[in-house]
């Protein structure tokens, strides 16, 4: 009497079990598009569950529920193993065999899992390491959840898979690039060779509640200064490198500008050409030299460090990475183009110089700037827009303010009775 209890509850638990499983297999081609439930001839819909991940995937039919074997499957679906097998996607197809030992099956031979046995081509040779290959293949198929058939994509002779759901790229499958993992570890830390996720559990879980190895305090790295006056005349005697710099500069290469950023000895250089770059502009608008000539250079160069200032502040707020002195070296080296302004004294050409050295100052400007802060994309172009944007409105709020208050002094003389 207990034998037949026990071999009706292990039915009945054996038939709940089943019955689950068939609900959750819908439920999760609802849930889930990588399953799909087709109907194959004279089977409806849902006697074939197919479940595709990246390159493997998992063939159940649900005629009853055990795993069915070759010999089952080619009685039920004549052909159907044999034309997936040649299917110019599929590498190789593990179906079990009637002892119960998994065979995968290639276009060219066949391999038994268990024993090793290979008749004709192996169809693991192209996966790389044949026997770690088997092993984990093995492995799968041993799984008592292990589909009727397991369907390994291609493997092309370029590296590259054939991926068994709508993707540009996938991984954890074998076979190509995507085999070629890495392990960031502790230089402490010994790794054996691996064959699964399981000996790698078992690694990282040997390391559970170790302590943490302290934090390394590194000391602030010293920085030059780069105004320094030793800094400055060092600079300037490299006169081969910052003269190169300077012309690449004035053709838009971006490389000058980024190496000027980051290289503290050309501050001098800059120093030099802005003041030369200045000069230019002051001796075209005053060409006899005098009190007057010191007066407009002093003002000029003021401004272009204020715009420089400004260009500074602009880049910042669009999350620039230089320093001011950084973004003053570029601009320094930008200055140079104004030397081009000296040809306004050749009357016949006067307008077109006018014209070019603007334009190629406003290029040059943007493209420096961009470079010493790293900006890219729509920060870039936002740069000139943003940078016009503030210059306008502290010119109009400038005006403002003097415009009150040349109001308000003319009102309290006029209090005093001086003006009326």
């Known amino acids: 009497m207990y034998t037949i209890r026990t071999i009706l509850r292990a039915s009945i638990r054996f038939l709940i079990i089943w019955l689950l499983g068939a609900l959750v297999l819908p439920i999760t081609d609802w849930i889930l598009p990588g399953i799909e439930f087709n109907a194959i001839d004279p089977y409806p819909r849902w006697t074939v569950a197919m479940a595709a991940a990246f390159i493997l995937g998992l063939a159940n039919l649900f005629i009853r529920p055990l795993i069915l074997v070759l010999d089952e499957l080619n009685e039920a679906f004549p052909g159907m193993v044999e034309a997936v097998i040649h299917h110019e996607g599929v590498g190789l197809v593990v179906a079990t065999q009637s002892d119960g030992a998994p065979i995968a099956y290639g276009k060219g031979g066949t391999r038994n899992l268990h024993t090793g046995e290979v008749n004709g081509q192996d169809p693991l040779l ?6 770690l290959r088997a092993w984990q293949m093995r492995r799968v198929a041993d799984f008592p959840s292990a589909g009727d058939l397991i369907i390994v994509s291609t493997l092309y002779p370029d590296g590259t898979v054939a991926a068994l759901e709508e993707l540009i790229g996938n991984h954890g499958g074998m076979g190509g690039e995507q085999t070629d993992s890495f392990l960031l570890h502790p ?7 691996t064959r699964s996720s399981v000996d790698m559990f078992a690694l990282l879980d040997a390391r559970r509640d170790r302590p943490a190895p302290p934090p390394k305090v590194e000391e602030p790295a010293k920085t030059a200064n780069e105004w320094a006056l030793g800094n400055l005349l060092g600079g300037l005697r490299r006169r081969s490198r910052w003269v190169a710099l300077a012309l690449r500069a004035m053709i838009l290469d971006r490389t000058a500008y980024r190496a000027i950023a980051d290289t503290s000895a050309m501050t001098g250089p800059a120093l030099l050409l802005s003041l030369l770059g200045t000069a230019s502009v002051a001796l075209v608008e005053l060409p006899d030299i005098g009190s007057g000539f010191l007066s407009v250079f002093t003002g000029r160069f003021l401004l272009w460090v204020l715009g420089v200032l400004i260009l500074h502040g602009t880049a910042r707020v669009l999350r620039g990475k230089a ?3 950084q973004t003053f070296r570029v601009m320094g ?6 030397l081009f302004g000296l040809l306004r004294f050749i009357e016949p050409i006067a307008s077109l110089v006018i014209v070019a050295v603007a334009l190629l100052s406003l290029f040059a400007a943007w493209q420096a700037v961009a470079e010493a802060h790293r900006l890219r994309g729509w920060r870039t172009l936002a740069l000139p827009v943003l940078y016009f944007a503030i210059l306008t409105l502290g010119v109009l709020a400038l005006a403002s303010l003097f ?5 308000s002094l003319e009102s309290i003389v006029a209090g005093f009775g001086y003006i009326s």
């Open 126 to 131: 192209p996966y790389g390491d044949v026997a």
């Open 187 to 193: 230089a402490d830390m010994v790794v054996p060779p």
């Open 323 to 325: 320093t001011f002195t």
């Open 333 to 338: 080296f930008v200055q140079a183009v104004e």
């Open 403 to 407: 415009s009150g208050l040349g109001l």
